[in-house]
T-cell receptor
Framework: GAVVSQHPSWVICKSGTSVKIECRSLDFQATTMFWYRQFPKQSLMLMATSNEGSKATYEQGVEKDKFLINHASLTLSTLTVTSAHPEDSSFYIC?????????????FGPGTRLTVL | QKEVEQNSGPLSVPEGAIASLNCTYSDRGSQSFFWYRQYSGKSPELIMSIYSNGDKEDGRFTAQLNKASQYVSLLIRDSQPSDSATYLCAVKGSGFNKFYFGSGTKLNVKP
C-alpha cells in the first residue's frame, strides 16, 4: 500500500505558540490530502481537505485562520495550529488520496499527538 | 441521519471464532467501500477495499457488499487477540472528495 509519513509524531508546546505538522506521501503523488483530528475514545473528525495548488476546504466549525493548511506540492501538505491552546491538544492525522475516480482510497499517516500546556 | 452507521460495540468473540462487523450507508451513489483497523493510540490502517457487489476475500478477512441494501460487512475468520481494535467502515460518497467514516466498532477477541 501507499506510504504516508507525518512529522513530528508528537509535540509539546506552550499555550500561544504555533505548531506545524507535515504530511508527506513517500512513494506516490497526492493531489488531495485530508486532515483529521481525533480526541480520546472518539471518532475521526474531518477538519479539512487539502488540494495541491489551491486553497483548502474546511469543514463546518473548523476555524481556517487557526488551522492553516498549505498543500505546496504533490507530496507535501502542512497543517499549522496557530496560537495553540490546551483545547487544541489532540491526535492529528493526515491521509492521502490514491487512485482513480472509482477506486480511490485513503491511506493514513501515523498521526501527530499535540499537547498544549 | 449519519452517512455511515456502525454499532459501536464492544463486540466480544473468543479466540478462533468468526467476528462479524456491519455497516450501513445512506448515499446510494457510493461506489467505493473500505474497512480500516485502528489500534488504540494509532492511526487507521486500511485492511480491505471493495467496489463491487458480493464478497472479497483477503486472508482471514472477507468484505461483503450489498449495494441494494446499502450494507457492507467484514468477517474475520479465526479471530486472534491481535485483531482486538476498533474497525472503521468508510464510504466514498458520490460527491467529489467525499469520504465518510463510521464511528467504529470496537472488537475484543478473548484468548
Amino acid at each position: 500500500g501507499a506510504v504516508v509519513s507525518q512529522h513530528p509524531s508528537w509535540v509539546i508546546c506552550k499555550s500561544g505558540t504555533s505548531v506545524k505538522i507535515e504530511c508527506r506521501s513517500l512513494d506516490f503523488q497526492a493531489t488531495t490530502m485530508f486532515w483529521y483530528r481525533q480526541f480520546p475514545k472518539q471518532s475521526l473528525m474531518l477538519m479539512a481537505t487539502s488540494n495541491e495548488g489551491s486553497k483548502a476546504t474546511y469543514e463546518q466549525g473548523v476555524e481556517k485562520d487557526k488551522f492553516l493548511i498549505n498543500h505546496a506540492s504533490l507530496t507535501l501538505s502542512t497543517l499549522t495550529v496557530t496560537s495553540a491552546h490546551p483545547e487544541d491538544s489532540s491526535f492529528y492525522i493526515c491521509s492521502a488520496r490514491v487512485g482513480g475516480r472509482r477506486t480511490d482510497t485513503q491511506y493514513f499517516g501515523p498521526g501527530t499527538r499535540l499537547t498544549v500546556l | 441521519q449519519k452517512e455511515v452507521e456502525q454499532n459501536s460495540g464492544p463486540l466480544s468473540v473468543p479466540e478462533g471464532a468468526i467476528a462479524s462487523l456491519n455497516c450501513t450507508y445512506s448515499d446510494r451513489g457510493s461506489q467505493s467501500f473500505f474497512w480500516y483497523r485502528q489500534y488504540s493510540g494509532k492511526s487507521p490502517e486500511l485492511i480491505m477495499s471493495i467496489y463491487s457487489n458480493g464478497d472479497k476475500e483477503d486472508g482471514r478477512f472477507t468484505a461483503q457488499l450489498n449495494k441494494a441494501s446499502q450494507y457492507v460487512s467484514l468477517l474475520i475468520r479465526d479471530s486472534q487477540p491481535s485483531d482486538s481494535a476498533t474497525y472503521l467502515c468508510a464510504v466514498k460518497g458520490s460527491g467529489f472528495n467525499k469520504f465518510y467514516f463510521g464511528s467504529g466498532t470496537k472488537l475484543n477477541v478473548k484468548p
